[in-house]
């Protein structure tokens, strides 16, 4: 599966943006969708990821409560809803993709289809 992320940009500590990342190539619904991010100078972090039928979500501690993952799996998407977004959520954000006979795996490289990844930038 092809992946495309879209959705970053600029934003102020306190405000909201929702990636995007649309899928094509494999059956959307056969996989596990993620989102993972990476800040300069650190490793790539789990932030969410949501099962294949779209009815299971799992967060990491930092995100929880502000974050929200989200499919369409009639559009072949999967979307970030990042809320109260704080400096320290700045990073390049990675979709990725995980079969769905698998079980769920935070670890980045148990994830073997990714996006190009978006850049959040988050003014204090």
């Known amino acids: 599966v092809q992946l495309q992320a879209s959705g970053g940009g600029l934003v102020q500590a306190g405000g909201s943006l929702r990636l995007s990342c649309a899928a094509s190539g494999r059956t959307f619904s056969d996989y596990h969708m993620g989102w993972f991010r990476q800040a300069p100078g650190k490793e790539r972090e789990f932030v969410a990821a949501i099962r294949q039928s779209g009815g299971i979500t799992t967060y990491a501690v930092s995100v929880k409560g502000r974050f929200i993952i989200s499919r369409d799996n009639a559009k072949n998407t999967v979307y970030l809803q990042m809320n109260s977004l704080k400096p320290e959520d700045m990073a390049v954000y990675y979709c990725?993709?995980?079969?769905?006979?698998?079980?769920?795996?935070?670890?980045?490289?148990?994830?073997?289809?990714w996006g190009q990844g978006t850049l959040v930038t988050v003014s204090s």
């Open positions: 990725a993709a995980r079969p769905g006979g698998l079980s769920l795996n935070y670890n980045y490289r148990s994830w073997g289809q």
